[in-house]
């Protein structure tokens, strides 16, 4: 009976250690997930509205806090299906973002071209870096009438442009794979307000993975 009793707690102290373990690499999770992606039209083009959850690890973070700067990619991709060839690419567009913090100040700031903003703390930072609206990325005059559209979006951070000791590190990391899966949606051109997705959010077909937003 005491073997029996010693048994069951070993088991159950090693199944807590697993639990607290899987709880731990949760909370210490780090990525980007594309939440909402839709096209908004405007006078003579269609407007990306996206966004993102963006998550820090602590060695991400602490990175941060010590003036390394994060260097961010938007890419995004409109393309027509076809039944007998490669699907085309009828528009393509990428934008940088960055993110860094000045120490002087106390302040987390995000660059995107000669336009900055300041935050207080790095979780603002954060949610207005994974907040994009008002980006043209598709010309009415690219898109035919009765045609079926698919859009493909991600976030990813720019590998190339970290310091060089961290690149080497960084390679094949969990902590610094910031990049989403790419987000895969039908764009409701001829009835605005009917985005929806392709097939899984989150998700793409197979046929068209690394075609129209290739890695660099």
């Not at 697993?18 to 780090?30: K, N, R």
């Not at 060695?59 to 076809?82: D, I, Q, T």
């Not at 598709?138 to 951070?157: D, N, P």
């Amino acid at each position: 009976m005491t073997v029996f009793f010693t048994r069951c707690c070993k088991k159950s102290s090693l199944l807590l250690l697993a639990i607290l373990l899987w709880s731990t690499q949760l909370a210490y999770a780090a990525g980007i997930t594309v939440e909402h992606a839709e096209l908004a039209p405007v006078e003579d083009a269609y407007q990306l509205e996206a966004d993102f959850v963006i998550e820090f690890g602590p060695e991400v973070e602490e990175a941060v806090n010590k003036g390394v700067a994060l260097n961010f990619l938007v890419e995004f991709a409109l393309m027509e299906p076809r039944s007998y060839w490669f699907d085309e690419e009828v528009s393509s567009a990428s934008q940088a973002i960055r993110l860094s913090y000045h120490a002087l100040s106390r302040q987390y700031l995000i660059n995107v071209g000669s336009h900055q903003t300041t935050f207080a703390t790095l979780s603002d930072a954060l949610k207005t870096l994974g907040h994009l609206q008002d980006w043209p990325v598709v010309e009415k005059s690219q898109l035919k009438k009765g045609t079926t559209y698919y859009a493909m979006l991600r976030m990813r951070l720019d590998h190339g442009r970290l310091p060089k000791p961290l690149q080497v590190s960084a390679i094949g990391s969990d902590k610094w794979n910031l990049i989403s899966d790419r987000y895969r949606w039908m764009p409701g051109f001829d009835k605005p307000g009917l985005d929806k997705p392709a097939d899984k959010p989150g998700m793409e077909k197979p046929i068209v993975i690394d075609r129209s937003i290739s890695d660099k």
